[in-house]
């Protein structure tokens, strides 16, 4: 995938092919593009540039003869010259060798295609998770804002655990959810993922087995597979994570943590039952098998309130909970939470300090006053109430297109509907049809690489027209993957 904030200008004079060459050779004169790099191939350039493929056939034949660029059948077009090379005494670093030897893992090409796609404006979201634009809250921000410059101090790094007044107010908020949670235990991260890394980082070893459901919203991240650590799935039914497998899987993998996602899984929207959260922390406590309980989508509930959390239950410190704003107030924000034991939030916050010093002084500040000001839950309220209106919106749109050619189920909050394909597809080919016809898909091989059945679709970010519009064209296309 391929994303640049240049288009050829169809007014000037100079024509559109000379425009694009005079374009890569800025790329590669800047060194933006250096020698060996693997430039876009042709179909992503005309796709991006609005332009007839054989355009861009022509600036490229115009740069292979200059002998910048060189094409070959199976490994893509190159750059093989460029001014800097020819005046340097010595070649350009192999930067394409450097960016193979990060220890960090590249997110799914599927994943990085999305990440690059995803804030197109002519794209329909049919998978994309978070808050709408129009739940963006401008009120609440013009009301805490201006506030905030007699509040603060400075700008200066916070606490290692974050900002005091933020974190009494979320042990506030928790408190409410049933968690009892001192300041102290509490750790300010930005966002629920950087939680993860910290985990990853901070408390286990290389080679460690982390069990979680499957499929999961990690999997489709490299977070724990690029700190070492190996996944090992536990099966899902309607009321959550299915727990007899656990102590079995503990022994067979050597199991080191569990995650889990409780509260609207991402992907497959399941609520787990009250039972079995008692019932998986029961096992787990038997088991010795710390729990990673990521609760970043409690509050968006749609029809009642989901069951008590994991670690308002927990007696003994085997729950690290995880929680965000970014699911409700914006994921631009970058503030989550993570609450444990003081070991554990104590190791963690020394090991952020030595990432990024802290989250921004500002966004928690902000945090802290929609939570003690009392908007936060009256935003939550609207949220609610759009996100009800869209998820029916999904399901007429689903019963009017897809009705037999898939399957789905209601779910009773978070964003996501996961539809069951009655015909496995190929996911790469269905997700790239779709992104021609300027619908961005979330594929089920992403949570689990040999799924070729499933979609997690969001009804949280398309209005209810795209989501319409979007499930039509979505059908369709899946009508010509399956011939």
């Not at 069951?420 to 997700?431: D, E, G, I, K, Q």
């Amino acid at each position: 995938m391929f994303l640049s904030d240049w288009k050829p200008n169809r007014a000037d004079p100079v024509p559109l092919y000379k425009q694009i060459a005079n374009f890569i050779r800025q790329k590669i004169s800047h060194g933006e593009w250096p020698l060996g790099s693997k430039i876009p191939t042709e179909r992503m350039l005309a796709r991006e540039f609005g332009v007839n493929r054989s355009t861009v056939v022509t600036a490229f034949a115009e740069l292979t003869a200059e002998g910048l660029i060189e094409g070959s059948s199976g490994s893509g077009t190159r750059v093989v010259n460029n001014t800097w090379t020819v005046m340097a005494a010595r070649s350009a670093p192999d930067w394409d060798a450097y960016t193979r030897a990060g220890a960090y893992r590249p997110s799914l090409p599927t994943v990085q295609d999305i990440n690059q796609t995803e804030n197109s404006p002519t794209i329909i979201r049919l998978g994309t998770a978070g808050p709408p634009p129009e739940l963006f809250p401008t009120d609440m921000l013009q009301s805490i804002l201006p506030k905030l410059p007699t509040m603060m101090k400075s700008l200066d790094y916070e606490d290692p655990k974050g900002l005091l007044y933020l974190r009494q107010q979320i042990s506030e908020y928790a408190k409410k959810r049933g968690i009892e949670a001192s300041p102290s235990s509490i750790l300010i991260v930005s966002g629920a993922l950087q939680a993860l890394q910290l985990i990853s980082m901070g408390l286990l070893k290389r080679g460690s087995v982390v069990l979680a459901e499957k499929p999961s919203y990690v999997q489709s991240l490299s977070v724990f597979q690029s700190a070492g650590m190996k996944m090992a799935g536990l099966p899902l039914d309607k009321d959550g994570l299915v727990t007899d497998a656990i102590p079995q899987q503990k022994r067979e993998q050597k199991a080191t943590i569990l995650y889990t996602i409780p509260c609207f899984h991402n992907p497959t929207g399941i609520l787990m039952s009250e039972e079995r959260r008692k019932q998986l922390l029961t096992i787990c406590e038997q088991e010795q098998l710390p729990i990673v309980e990521d609760d970043v989508y409690r509050d968006v509930w749609l029809d009642h309130k989901p069951p008590a959390p994991l670690k308002a239950m927990d007696k003994n410190g085997l729950v690290l909970y995880l929680g965000s704003m970014s699911k409700t107030l914006g994921p631009g924000l970058r503030i989550g939470w993570l609450i444990g034991p003081d070991p554990v939030v104590n190791r963690l916050a020394d090991l952020k300090m030595q990432l990024d010093y802290g989250s921004s002084s500002l966004s928690q500040w902000t945090v802290a006053e929609c939570l003690k000001s009392g908007l936060y839950e009256q935003h939550l309220q609207k949220t609610r109430e759009t996100l009800q209106k869209r998820r029916e919106a999904a399901l007429h749109a689903l019963e009017r297109h897809m009705t037999g050619m898939a399957s789905w189920s209601c779910p009773s909050g978070g964003f996501f509907i996961w539809l069951r394909l009655h015909r496995p597809v190929s996911m790469r080919a269905l997700f790239e049809k779709a992104l021609q016809q300027e619908v961005l898909l979330y594929p089920g091989n992403i949570y689990d690489r040999s799924d070729h059945h499933h979609i997690r679709l969001s009804y949280g970010n398309a209005s209810p027209a795209e989501l319409e519009e979007g499930i039509s064209r979505l059908s369709k296309i899946i009508q010509k993957c399956g011939r």
